[in-house]
T-cell receptor, first 112, second 112 residues
Framework: QKEVEQNSGPLSVPEGAIASLNCTYS??????FFWYRQYSGKSPELIMS????GDKEDGRFTAQLNKASQYVSLLIRDSQPSDSATYLC????????????FGSGTRLLVRP | NAGVTQTPKFQVLKTGQSMTLQCAQD?????MYWYRQDPGMGLRLIYY???????DKGEVPNGYNVSRLNKREFSLRLESAAPSQTSVYFC???????????FGPGTRLTVL
């Protein structure tokens, strides 16, 4: 069983719409959660981090965390074609390991 | 402030050849990491260095060695390259092992 799961997509949304990206994780003790954006042929770029239950907003991005249900989501408001990329969810557990577990990513396509 | 830099950007090796991938960061981060990214597999941790003078194995260390040369530099060595090591390699760094990781531009390695 994969430790961090994401729908591979592609998730296709029209320009201006809200894109909703979801991620579930298996380690109930996980404490830190990150969203990275990766354009084709480029490296992952950190866009959001969240550590406690609830919502965290940064510009057009909102990260939502629900530890009881073991999921974290990323909402992108007013989606733009430039948001088209693969979004990686990463989770860090509370054990002594320094390992950050990445999901395989969801590909987002924003149609003009 | 260049962030995380990696050399080379591209490399083609023959089976059995050796090479060293170089990584440097100028953010005064304590922790550094090497990942590989393969289609459908996501990012997998090869080795990490929580602080200068320490290195530890990650998820897929076989066939690799690392050296934390100083606080800035963390190199990855392939002693005898195999076609299974064809991948994109990313170096990352973080303030400490508990913080967000920032990625370099990557090295695209092909082993024939």
């Amino acid at each position: 069983q994969k430790e961090v799961e994401q729908n591979s997509g592609p998730l296709s949304v029209p320009e201006g719409a809200i894109a909703s990206l979801n991620c579930t994780y298996s380690d109930r003790g996980s404490q830190s959660f990150f969203w990275y954006r990766q354009y084709s042929g480029k490296s992952p770029e950190l866009i959001m981090s969240i550590y406690s239950n609830g919502d965290k907003e940064d510009g057009r991005f909102t990260a939502q965390l629900n530890k009881a249900s073991q999921y974290v989501s990323l909402l992108i408001r007013d989606s733009q074609p430039s948001d088209s990329a693969t979004y990686l969810c990463a989770v860090k557990g509370m054990d002594s390991s320094y390992k950050l577990i990445f999901g395989s990513g969801t590909r987002l396509l924003v149609r003009p | 402030n260049a962030g995380v830099t990696q050399t080379p950007k591209f490399q083609v090796l023959k089976t059995g050849q050796s090479m060293t991938l170089q990584c440097a960061q100028d953010m005064n981060h304590n922790s550094m990491y090497w990942y590989r990214q393969d289609p459908g597999m996501g990012l997998r941790l090869i080795y990490y260095s929580a602080s200068e003078g320490t290195t530890d194995k990650g998820e897929v260390p076989n066939g690799y060695n690392v050296s934390r040369l100083n606080k800035r530099e963390f190199s990855l060595r392939l002693e005898s390259a195999a076609p299974s090591q064809t991948s994109v390699y990313f170096c990352a760094s973080s303030v400490t092992a508990y913080n967000e990781q920032f990625f370099g531009p990557g090295t695209r390695l092909t082993v024939l």
